[in-house]
């Protein structure tokens, strides 16, 4: 497929401060070009574009709806597309970060997070969405965009190799700077092969890797960027060169925070704030029946805008938002911000919470049990003396 140079590019914007490559081995070309795709919305929804493909946003995890129309078709193989998604999405569910140290104590400390543990298709039910989850210590890694840059998604597709692809991303996230040193090591580290122990001689990485992929992105020079680098005899680090062919402006680019101030004349949240509220909302409704939920959301708005007068820069929307929604479940969000509108239904024994209690209490969950349930609840399964106590 040729690329046709006067035709208007379409671009991603990742965050150049996030990397993921010195975390996990390194990616296949599809793993990384699914992972960018998985980017964009995240990236769309935080820059007020669109919250279509964001399912529920809340402060344990995002879900979104991938469009599975809108992937590259050239990418994938026409009569093995569904296997070749599955591949590449089974490859994602398997990414983590692995963070291990160890003490002066001779203790290990570590800390291992998945970065994809739901990913979900089923063509059946919707061939279109391949439902995916991202847990809060990953995606507050990836939106914090004081520095975005732009990548070609024409060239991603073009380009040969997951390696490519990356290097193109870290030499992307420099070209601001227009020449730049990396360590040897650091940089087989943004590529996932430090941890692996891959690649640990120069001139192995360099014929098989850094070589190839620079030959690779220079054959586009005119859509994008010209990369040009040495490393002097005796020092651990590469110099780079990055020549702008093509100007982009980033300047348009503005983060949303979930923090920013409400308008109290307009008392409009933005998008993020509003899919937050939405979220506490639907996993509410699970535990009372909302006849009102308009007027409801306007109560918790009005709490919102108070608060952020009362404490300032103080203020913290998710942990404002936690203890509302927790007011809610146990049915006692009160005046001025009434619960008349939560419907709550007579309580009476129910045995499968009685089971669920029993198990908590015999494990020393009080406090646990006070947060998962209403005080009525409690009672009616006769638990009240963790209410009394």
């Known amino acids: 497929m040729e690329l046709e140079e006067n035709k208007k590019r379409e671009l991603r914007a990742v965050n150049r401060d996030f990397s993921l490559g010195e975390y996990g081995q390194s990616w296949t070309k599809l793993e990384r070009y699914l992972f960018i795709e998985i980017y964009n919305v995240i990236k769309d929804f935080y820059l007020s574009a669109s919250d279509e493909n964001i399912k529920t946003f809340s402060s344990e995890s995002i879900l979104l709806k991938l469009p599975v129309n809108r992937l590259d078709k050239s990418l994938f193989k026409p009569s093995k597309k569904n296997r070749d998604l599955m591949k590449a999405a089974e490859g994602l569910s398997k ?115 850094l070589k190839p992929a620079v030959k690779d992105i220079n054959s586009y020079k005119q859509f994008d960027i010209e990369v040009f680098y040495e490393k002097k005899r005796g020092l651990d680090k590469v110099s780079f060169t990055i020549k702008t062919h093509i100007i982009q402006d980033v300047s348009k ?104 209690i029993k198990k908590m209490v015999s494990e020393g969950n009080h406090d646990n049990i006070k947060d998962e349930y209403s005080s009525e609840q409690i009672r009616a399964n006769h638990f009240g003396f963790i209410i009394d106590s």
């Open 95 to 209: 990414k983590q970060i692995n963070l291990k140290a160890l003490g002066d104590d001779g203790q290990w400390t570590f800390r291992f997070i998945s970065m994809f543990p739901e990913i979900c298709y089923e063509p059946s039910k919707d061939r279109n969405k391949i439902l995916i989850r991202i847990p809060n210590s990953i995606y507050e890694e990836m939106v914090p965009i004081e520095s975005y840059c732009l990548l070609d998604l024409k060239l991603l597709s073009e380009f040969g190799s997951g390696n490519t692809i990356r290097l193109y991303e870290i030499f992307k996230s420099y070209a601001f700077k227009k020449k730049f040193d990396i360590e040897f090591n650091e940089l087989r580290k943004q590529l996932g092969f430090f941890n692996e122990g891959n690649y640990q001689e120069w001139k192995y990485f360099n014929a098989k890797v």
């Open 253 to 356: 680019i503005q983060v949303l925070n979930l923090n920013e101030e409400i308008n109290g004349l307009t008392r409009i949240p933005n998008l993020i704030q509003k899919k937050y509220i939405e979220t506490v909302l639907f996993f509410c409704k699970k535990k009372h029946s909302i006849s009102n939920e308009i007027e409801l959301t306007e109560w918790i708005i009005s709490d919102l805008i108070n608060q952020q007068i009362k404490l300032e820069k103080s203020f913290n929307f998710k942990h404002s938002m936690n203890s509302i929604s927790k007011q809610i479940r146990n049915g006692n969000y009160t005046k001025p911000y009434s619960h008349i509108h939560l419907v709550i239904d007579e309580i009476s024994f129910d045995p499968i919470i009685y089971e669920e």
